[in-house]
């Protein structure tokens, strides 16, 4: 018996930009487009309504912008999957969006099947955190004025890992899966599972992109 669709909401207020994302999304055996919303007040309410596996939300909207709807859908449900849509891969309102709950973000002009695998990891509860451009964001970002007031709790907060679980967290910020991870450590990826699950309630964080953004901001990673 085959797995069920995976549920996708389609955000943007540009009509083509939707219709062209649900041909996509449609066409693929595994993924069903159940709803749309032309902004983040109404991508709030249809959340709310259908309960999607993933929402792919542009950032720049009328009423209620993609950033400010993220953090209002994931404050309503801490499970929720926001994967965030953009134009430009350097754009500081994604690296907000990262830091109010998105599980990761994609270039408008992806391909279908980068579309397409991206909803599938975020999905699955991962990151999408493998396109070099993210850390490239993250970087550049982590450095705008709030950054110091945040750097100071990243840097208080990390004191409470491990050594090896502070190695774990540099590695996802790196963009590594559980399974590179394992083998760059050479432990069982049931190990690494454990350690990241210790390092987000440890330092109060809902998934691994808030993982990588606190890595950043706490200087864990050198920026470049």
Same mark, same amino acid.
């Given at each position: 018996?085959?797995?069920?669709?995976?549920?996708?909401?389609?955000?943007?207020?540009?009509?083509?930009?939707? @219709?062209? =994302?649900?041909?996509?999304?449609?066409?693929?055996?595994?993924? @069903?487009?159940?709803?749309?919303?032309?902004?983040?007040?109404e991508?709030?309410?249809?959340?709310?309504?259908?309960?999607?596996?993933?929402?792919?939300?542009?950032?720049?909207?009328?009423?209620?912008n993609?950033?400010? %709807?993220?953090?209002?859908?994931v404050? %309503?449900?801490?499970?929720?999957?926001?994967?965030?849509?953009?134009?430009?891969?350097?754009? @500081?309102?994604?690296?907000? %969006?990262?830091?109010?709950?998105?599980?990761?973000?994609?270039?408008?002009?992806?391909?279908?099947?980068?579309?397409?695998?991206?909803?599938?990891?975020?999905?699955?509860?991962?990151?999408?955190?493998?396109?070099?451009?993210?850390?490239?964001l993250?970087t550049?970002?982590?450095?705008?004025?709030?950054?110091?007031?945040?750097?100071?709790?990243?840097?208080?907060?990390?004191?409470?890992?491990?050594?090896?679980?502070?190695?774990?967290?540099?590695?996802?910020?790196?963009?590594?899966?559980?399974?590179?991870?394992?083998?760059?450590l050479?432990?069982?990826?049931?190990?690494?599972?454990t350690?990241?699950?210790?390092?987000?309630?440890?330092?109060?964080?809902?998934?691994?992109?808030? !993982? !990588?953004? =606190?890595?950043?901001?706490?200087?864990?990673?050198?920026?470049?």
């Open positions: 018996m085959s797995a069920p669709a995976i549920r996708v909401l389609i955000v943007d207020d540009q009509m083509m930009v939707r @219709e062209g =994302f649900s041909v996509l999304m449609n066409a693929m055996p595994d993924i @069903e487009v159940v709803g749309e919303a032309v902004n983040g007040r991508a709030v309410d249809r959340v709310r309504e259908l309960a999607p596996d993933v929402v792919l939300m542009d950032i720049r909207m009328p009423e209620l993609g950033i400010e %709807a993220t953090r209002e859908i404050a %309503a449900d801490d499970s929720a999957k926001v994967l965030v849509l953009t134009t430009f891969d350097l754009d @500081e309102y994604v690296y907000q %969006a990262l830091r109010a709950g998105a599980s990761g973000f994609l270039l408008k002009d992806a391909s279908a099947r980068q579309l397409a695998e991206g909803v599938r990891v975020v999905a699955a509860g991962e990151a999408l955190l493998a396109p070099s451009v993210t850390r490239r993250i550049e970002f982590s450095k705008l004025s709030e950054a110091p007031r945040v750097m100071a709790g990243a840097q208080s907060a990390y004191g409470e890992l491990t050594d090896r679980e502070t190695e774990v967290l540099v590695l996802i910020a790196e963009g590594l899966s559980n399974v590179e991870i394992a083998g760059r050479v432990v069982a990826e049931s190990t690494i599972k350690h990241v699950s210790r390092i987000l309630v440890k330092l109060g964080l809902r998934d691994r992109t808030q !993982a !990588a953004v =606190f890595a950043y901001e706490a200087r864990l990673v050198t920026p470049g």
